[in-house]
Nanobody
């Protein structure tokens, strides 16, 4: 089972990126999916999560209104649109698959993790 995250890069403050996470090896159509990030010197933190059918989403307060999580179940892929980026958004972004069907913010609720994609925002 693999979760392949992509779409990261280096952008200036105010810029946007679209992160993708493609799953292979099994389907996660009945699982909630999530995005987390890990910045140097900080703990890994929850960013966003989406329910099994895409009908319910959850966001960290720090990204509400700027980030949007979505998914294409048929493609076994989840996305994170990140807009109005700030330097403090700089981190490695990881996607993960939960063992639950509804959005979760605790990393312990996730079973499978991708390898991460770097997002760097300069001021």
């Amino acid at each position: 089972v693999q979760l392949q995250a992509s779409g990261g890069g280096s952008v200036q403050a105010g810029g946007s990126l679209r992160l993708s996470c493609a799953a292979s090896g099994r389907t996660f159509s009945n699982n909630a999916m999530g995005w987390f990030r890990h910045a140097p010197g900080k703990e890994r933190e929850f960013v966003a999560s989406i329910s099994w059918n895409g009908g319910v989403t959850s966001y960290a307060d720090s990204v509400k209104g700027r980030f949007t999580v979505s998914r294409e179940r048929a493609k076994n892929t989840v996305y994170l649109q990140v807009n109005s980026l700030k330097p403090e958004d700089t981190a490695v972004y990881y996607c993960a698959a939960s063992r639950y069907s509804t959005p979760r913010s605790a990393s312990s609720d996730y079973t499978y993790w991708g390898q991460g994609t770097q997002v760097t925002v300069s001021s």
